[in-house]
């Protein structure tokens, strides 16, 4: 299924709904505007994830491109660079496609695009990837954070968890060539249970404190490090 095919209405929503989400987590949303966010571990360092990030063709799926072939993805990971992806020639010359562009890159640290991905590019929309990796004891902790905003034929109910399962799908992508994300860690297990019975992260011995970090910061966006 490509999304190419899908431009309007429920068949959008269909489109994006078959996605395997890597976990669920709408943190923020609004009648203009929603926020996703999903985190993984891996057991590979962040110069790895960096390696790899930059390298779309090995992990973003060909399901959400527009030529079917993932093999058609680049990405010119410094500021002002391309998410972008060659349409093959049809008999009538080679396209392209810009998923996003970069305006964020720290490496090994953070990734940000500016993008509205998908038939989400048709809209009057901005869209936020901000990619963050950050070093844990077995490994690196990887945070995906989504943010969009603006004026859009769709409504923000259906939209925002068929994006949610896109945005995990990728993430989960990109942890499975870096050898499968880890099992989920103690603080990651308390973030999922229901806040009265959730420990104090503070009070919890021997947390990893980068990934601490990371489900703590869920609750709310992604930090803007530019600041």
């Known amino acids: 299924m490509r999304i190419s095919r899908f431009s309007t209405g429920a068949a959008f929503v269909a489109a994006f709904a078959v996605a395997p989400a890597a976990s669920a987590k709408i943190i923020d949303q609004g009648e203009i505007g929603f926020t996703v966010a999903h985190t993984a571990q891996v057991a590979a360092t962040p110069a790895d994830v960096w390696k790899m990030l930059r390298m779309p063709q090995s992990w973003w799926s060909k399901e959400h491109s527009w030529s079917g072939d993932a093999a058609n993805f680049w990405l010119d990971s410094q500021a002002g660079g ?3 992806e060659k349409l093959p020639d049809a008999g009538s010359g080679v396209g392209s496609v810009q998923h ?5 890159a720290k490496p090994n640290e953070m990734l940000r695009l500016s993008g509205a991905f998908g038939p989400l590019q048709g809209e009057a929309l901005a869209g936020t990837l901000t990619i963050q990796i950050k070093e844990t004891p077995t490994g690196s902790a990887l945070r995906f954070d989504y943010v969009v905003g603006g004026y859009m034929r769709f409504k923000v109910a259906d939209i925002a968890p068929a994006v949610d399962k896109v945005i995990g799908e990728q993430l989960l992508g990109l942890a499975n060539v870096l050898g499968g994300p880890l ?9 999922e249970t229901p806040k009265e019975e959730a420990p104090a992260a503070k ?4 947390l990893d404190a980068a990934v601490a970090d990371l489900v703590e910061e869920e609750a ?4 803007d490090e530019g600041r």
């Open 100 to 104: 996003a562009r970069i305006v964020f």
């Open 183 to 191: 099992p989920p860690t103690r603080d990651e297990k308390a973030a």
């Open 82 to 84: 391309c998410f972008c």
């Open 220 to 223: 709310k966006p992604a930090p």
């Open 203 to 206: 009070d919890e011995p021997g």
